[in-house]
């Protein structure tokens, strides 16, 4: 059950974060950050269907204030995620699964 502590602070940080839009990020070679919905829901859920601890969920979102200005400061990143999917292909005539 939500507390109306966790309610309060999550209503408050989806507003804030849809009046973000996008940024420009210098250490993205002045790309755009998007601020989408995937977006919100990461600081919810830890997976698709598994939410974040609440009191994790309040931390994030007293944070989020701060996000849009170390973006449009931030001149380096300290880690890239690349993801790696398997694809079924036909080889040698039949099918087998690689990694992308």
């Known amino acids: ?5 966790y309610k309060s602070a999550r209503a408050e940080a989806e507003k804030l974060y849809a ?3 996008k940024e ?5 070679h002045g790309e755009f ?4 919905s995937e977006g919100f829901n990461h600081l919810v ?8 601890d609440e009191r994790v969920q ?3 979102f007293n944070l989020l204030s701060k996000a849009k200005q170390l ?17 079924k292909m036909m080889r040698h005539k039949k099918f087998g699964t690689r990694a992308l």
Do not use: H, N
């Open 58 to 60: 309040i931390t994030k």
């Open 33 to 36: 950050v998007y601020f989408t």
């Open 24 to 28: 420009k990020c210098p250490a993205l």
């Open 71 to 87: 973006l449009a400061i931030s001149t380096t990143y300290q880690e890239y995620e690349e993801d790696i999917k398997p694809i």
């Open 1 to 5: 059950m939500q507390s109306q502590k």
């Open 45 to 52: 859920y830890q997976t698709k269907k598994k939410p974040r």
């Open 19 to 21: 009046s973000f839009g």
